[in-house]
């Protein structure tokens, strides 16, 4: 993959707003190679440590979650473990050098679609720095009618607060303490197919439901800072993999993507 010519401007809106977005990451080509990968790996029959909505149908209506497809796939193995959206997450967040936390396919399928309700991510994840990225690469058109992603600016200054069930609509004022004083007015992160955008995982987003009759198909990579160190909380990619509280995270799963 070729390098994205990232700009000063784009590392400076994602330090001051929690996002950025960034149009035709991938190349054609590249995006091909993505929307095949997927394709195929969507049809691998995968527990539930992989195919992780699988036992919640009200979950599915949210999205269909494929999580560490890399481990299962070679072409999802080769979009993912590239260098080239490791190094953009780096040099956004300003890390010396990026691990993979894992990946996950989100797929919005049409039909009795839900909204992926309003959340940060880091709550989710057993880690005891902030700091962690996600990159949404949509490898469908998105707009507001497919569920497209949208961000509160300036939202990841807010705090930490609990993770919420996915599966329940969430008001945004009713966990953040003093609305009065926010500004919520969320940034709708339309986009053609091969752009992306990428978040901190303190910033509050949300989905709205897919009204379209074809499935809304992204992959999200995630990025953690090297020497990001472990809080002993369970969660699907760490479990079984005997880590240790307070130390970092080095175990083969999580690999160094990109280094400056
Ligand atoms: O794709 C979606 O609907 C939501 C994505 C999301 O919550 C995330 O990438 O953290």
């Given at each position: 993959m070729n390098p994205y010519p990232l700009t000063d401007e784009h590392i400076a809106f994602y330090r001051d707003n929690g996002f950025v977005q960034l149009f035709d990451v991938l190349s054609p080509a590249e995006l091909q190679q993505a929307r095949e990968a997927l394709e195929d790996a969507n049809q691998l029959v995968l527990d539930a440590s992989h195919h992780t909505s699988k036992l919640n149908p009200e979950y599915e209506k949210v999205f269909v979650q494929k999580v560490n497809l890399w481990r299962v796939h070679d072409g999802m193995r080769e979009y993912v473990l590239s260098s080239k959206l490791a190094d953009i997450a780096r040099r956004l967040a300003g890390f010396e050098a990026v691990r993979l936390w894992h990946d996950h396919a989100l797929i919005k399928m049409p039909g009795d679609s839900k909204e992926s309700p309003w959340h940060q991510d880091l709550p989710y994840w057993?880690?005891?720095e902030p700091g962690a990225l996600s990159c949404w690469m949509a490898l469908d058109d998105v707009d507001v009618a497919n569920g497209c992603m949208q961000f509160v600016p300036?939202?990841?200054?807010w705090g930490i607060f609990e993770p919420i069930k996915l599966v329940d609509a969430q008001d945004l004022f009713s966990f953040v303490p003093d609305p009065e004083t926010k500004d919520f007015t969320p940034f709708v992160a339309r986009m053609p197919a091969g752009s992306c955008t990428f978040h901190d995982g303190r910033t509050f987003h949300y989905a709205g439901p897919n009204t379209t009759d074809r499935p809304r198909r992204a992959i999200i990579t995630i990025y953690m800072a090297d020497g990001t160190t472990y809080n002993g909380n369970p969660h699907v990619v760490t479990n079984g993999l005997e880590l240790v509280p307070g130390e970092p995270f080095t175990h083969e799963s999580f690999p160094v993507l990109s280094r400056a």
């Open positions: 057993p880690m005891n300036k939202s990841h200054t």
